[in-house]
């Protein structure tokens, strides 16, 4: 493929004002919302500042702690609320799909993480921006987790804002380009079976299956083949955890080991 679209600035701006008018359910909360919101982005600048000029990490868990916020004010107002407004909104804008690998998302929060496409350990300052938020599946998730798949990760760490559309010439970006234009994929169902064959058709979407679809498709074929396996993995993504909790901990931990072993598995397929 020669060439494809990426949004525009025009897009751009109205997708950040359609959040900023619907980041909450409850109308008559939505101006506190929208403070909070601004002061944690506020202090996710204020780390990556501190980050460049030498400081260090001194702040890890912004993001887990924006999902435990309960506002002193107002009970109503809690990260968990405002987290389950934002992936509602963004679930639909993907038609219920994962925004990498086009699988059905599942009916669960656990099971359908909120993607920081620029993992936010890494891209601090970018942990409360719209723009670089998704939602994927978990076995996408695990899978990516902190990996950067572009050659120009330095200069986008050294910025506070946020990189133009344009500037991802090497990686797909869910929010900035169309995946029709960019990967290809072929899918059969059967009761017990689901088989994905991803073909990318740019250096975005060809990086994109390099690094993360190829490895989808043969998960999902060894993991359909293994029915009491399934079955488990099935039972742990219907789990609901607090962020940071020991059944969190746990889950993720199992994520890990499953993830390191079936790289191993899988690399011979």
């Not at 009916?107 to 620029?118: D, G, S, T, Y």
């Not at 060809?206 to 679809?213: A, D, G």
Request: proline content about 3%.
């Amino acid at each position: 493929m020669a060439g494809f679209n990426t949004i525009s600035k025009a897009a751009i701006r109205a997708l950040l004002e359609k959040y900023h008018r619907n980041c909450f359910s409850d109308g008559a909360c939505l101006a506190d919302v929208q403070q909070y919101i601004q002061s944690m982005a506020a202090h996710a600048i204020a780390e990556h500042t501190l980050r460049l000029s030498g400081g260090g990490i001194t702040n890890t868990s912004l993001w887990n702690n924006f999902h435990d916020y309960v506002s002193p004010a107002n009970s109503k107002i809690t990260g968990k609320l405002i987290k389950n407004c934002i992936r509602e909104i963004i679930e639909k804008e993907q038609s219920n799909q994962c925004c990498y690998c086009r699988r059905p998302l599942l009916n669960n929060a656990h099971a359908k993480p909120i993607e920081h496409i620029l993992p936010h350990s890494i891209f601090v300052q970018h942990t409360f921006n719209i723009l670089n938020l998704s939602i994927s599946c978990v076995d996408c998730n695990a899978k990516k987790s902190n990996h950067v798949w572009t050659s120009h990760e330095g200069k986008f760490r050294r910025t506070r804002h946020y990189p133009a559309a344009t500037a991802f010439t090497d990686m797909y970006h869910p929010r900035f380009h169309r995946y029709d234009e960019h990967v290809r994929f072929f899918r059969v169902h059967s009761n017990t079976h689901c088989i994905s064959i991803y073909t990318g058709l740019t250096s975005q979407g060809k990086n994109l299956c390099k690094n993360l679809l190829t490895h989808i498709s043969k998960l999902e074929i060894f993991v359909n083949a293994n029915s009491e396996l399934k079955n488990h993995i099935e039972t742990i993504h219907e789990q609901e955890c607090k962020p940071g909790s020991a059944a969190e901990l746990a889950i993720q931990a199992f994520q890990v080991a499953f993830q390191e072993a079936t790289e191993t598995i899988l690399e011979e397929v």
